[in-house]
T-cell receptor, first 115, second 111 residues
Framework: DGGITQSPKYLFRKEGQNVTLSCEQN?????MYWYRQDPGQGLRLIYY???????QKGDIAEGYSVSREKKESFPLTVTSAQKNPTAFYLC??????????????FGEGSRLTVL | GESVGLHLPTLSVQEGDNSIINCAYS??????FIWYKQESGKGPQFIID?????DKRQGQRVTVLLNKTVKHLSLQIAATQPGDSAVYFC??????????FGAGTTVTVRA
């Protein structure tokens, strides 16, 4: 079945360590996104990519990095520079605007806890 | 800053009653809105969308109303069921086809 797969679902990290969250999609979507969700808050955009080998900073990119070497994959690295990394991270994909309704398809999320 | 926002962070509703979730937006040029449902520990899922050339759109047990005069939209859920318990977000596309999300309304269905 087509969809978006995020891994791991739960991740614990010590302070000062980098960690990479995986996001893979087999929907043949060009655009992919990473959002962060904190309790009681909406989704905030970290990074997005509209095409392979290109990505743009979202609203809260500091302390994060991404790559887009393949259409199917958009990994997110949470670096030690991110001051408050404990959160629920959501990956999404979509067809580029103008070719569809703009709907995002989300993965099941990765919950990162810094100890 | 946030361009869409919901009025109430929580809503408690009796099973079988109708639910109404509200959302306000600030950009009068906005022409497309989407409602998402997020169950606990999962990613958001698309419920229904509406374009600015419409005032109302109906789906299965859900209706979205758009009032462009006061820049307000609402999601109505008919005969609310326990499976409707979730966080509901309204969202609108922003430049570069990103989506801007409101803070969400947590709906709790009482048996």
């Amino acid at each position: 079945d087509g969809g978006i797969t995020q891994s791991p679902k739960y991740l614990f990290r010590k302070e000062g360590q980098n960690v990479t969250l995986s996001c893979e999609q087999n929907l043949n979507h060009d655009a992919m996104y990473w959002y962060r969700q904190d309790p009681g808050q909406g989704l905030r955009l970290i990074y997005y990519s509209q095409i392979v080998n290109d990505f743009q900073k979202g609203d809260i990119a500091e302390g994060y990095s991404v790559s887009r070497e393949k259409k199917e994959s958009f990994p997110l690295t949470v670096t030690s520079a991110q001051k408050n990394p404990t959160a629920f991270y959501l990956c999404a994909s979509s067809l580029p605007g103008g070719r569809n309704t703009g709907e995002l398809f989300f993965g099941e999320g990765s919950r990162l806890t810094v100890l | 800053g946030e361009s869409v926002g919901l009025h109430l962070p929580t809503l408690s509703v009796q099973e079988g009653d109708n639910s109404i979730i509200n959302c306000a937006y600030s950009n009068s040029a906005s022409d497309y809105f989407i409602w998402y449902k997020q169950e606990s520990g999962k990613g958001p899922q698309f419920i229904i969308d509406i374009r600015s050339n419409m005032d109302k759109r109906q789906g299965q047990r859900v209706t979205v109303l758009l009032n462009k005069t006061v820049k307000h939209l609402s999601l109505q859920i008919a005969a609310t069921q326990p499976g409707d318990s979730a966080v509901y977000f309204c969202a609108e596309p922003s430049p570069h086809y990103k989506l801007s999300f409101g803070a969400g309304t947590t709906v709790t269905v009482r048996a």
